[in-house]
């Protein structure tokens, strides 16, 4: 599945919100997003606008392994 390409690090911060990650910390222009469903998991995103496709990408493929599903699947629950 093809990947947002104007999407920026706010809109994905909200969009993860639905995995049950919330806002832990900003440094700067870096979200720091923690869930603890499945256990506790930290991920940190750019607040860049728009993401870069690679930091999307490999953001999204960290989330999928932490919920133990695949990227495109985890893309189609979140878009």
Known sequence: MRLPRDLSGLELAKKLSVLGYSVS???GSHIRLTTQINGEHHITIPQHDPLKIGSLSAILQEVAKH????RDQLI???F
Do not use: A
Not at 67 to 70: E, I, K, P, R, V
């Open 25 to 27: 910390r900003q440094n």
């Open 76 to 78: 189609e629950q979140l």
């Open 67 to 70: 919920f133990s599903t695949t």
